[in-house]
């Protein structure tokens, strides 16, 4: 387990937008344990359904793989299973603490971590993608093209996990499951000043999208069927299939 999260014990101060730097890498998995309503849930799902998806001879992708915790639900899945997990993410901290935890799957030959932006990742003979938490980090207009080229890369029959946090139509709606994710975050120890710190930082950084917009998106790109594993207030896990 990381460092406990203080980074924004003094508020945001430096008023710098959030970004998954050194100092966020250091204390990520502290960070998203108390922050994410569902997370080790989620992580759970994607373990089960790569079960059922990963399929001999072909590639698994974890886009915007941070740390690379929905990567080891995935080798956790993949025991006995002839398939290459490619592991991607732009930060630099991120990867490179990923390279020494996962020393041995690295090795032989399981695995590889790419410090890469994933619009330019080329997505070949996949048979399960996952975008954990991470759509909701790229700009509107980008969406659609990094689906549409996971879309071209899976094989027919291939899934997609997506978990996203989401709003609701209704501005109330939103509004009271934002309270409650506060009172779920002071739960956890954070104070008003360190909610508030994070929240300013998150600006603009992280833009939530509804559900509708979300399953729109990817029924109009092509898949076939989507289903909805999870809902934890507004963060939510779903699985669509080409």
Known sequence: ??????????????????SFNKEVTEVFENMIDRSVPGYKTS??????????????????????CSLGAATKAMLDSAEGK????????????MIDKC??????????????????????????????VVLNFVLQFLDLDK???????IYRGLNPGGAL??????????????LVTTSLHHSYKAQNGYSEMEIAG??????????????????KRMTRIGFQTSEQLMLNLNF???????
């Not at 387990?1 to 959030?18: A, C, H, T």
């Not at 759970?44 to 698994?60: F, G, M, P, S």
């Not at 996990?161 to 939103?174: G, L």
């Not at 939510?236 to 080409?242: A, E, G, S």
């Open 143 to 149: 969406r659609d093209i990094l689906i549409k080229n």
């Open 161 to 174: 996990i997506i978990s996203e946090k989401i709003h609701y139509e209704s501005d109330q709606q939103t």
């Open 82 to 93: 002839r398939v290459r997990i490619l592991s991607i993410d732009n930060s630099k901290a």
């Open 43 to 64: 992580m759970k799902l994607i373990e089960l359904h790569a079960r059922k998806y990963l399929q001999n001879d072909t590639n698994c992708y974890d886009l915007g």
């Open 236 to 242: 939510t896990t779903y699985l669509f299939t080409k």
């Open 198 to 215: 994070k929240r300013d930082a998150l600006e603009g950084v992280l833009v939530t999208e509804t559900e509708k917009a979300l399953i």
């Open 1 to 18: 387990m990381g460092k406990q999260d203080e980074i924004y014990s003094s508020g945001n101060l430096s008023g710098l937008p959030f």
């Open 99 to 128: 390279i020494k935890n996962f020393v041995s799957s690295i090795q032989r030959g399981f695995l590889e971590f790419r410090e890469e932006d994933i619009m330019k990742t080329d997505i070949q003979n996949a048979s399960l």
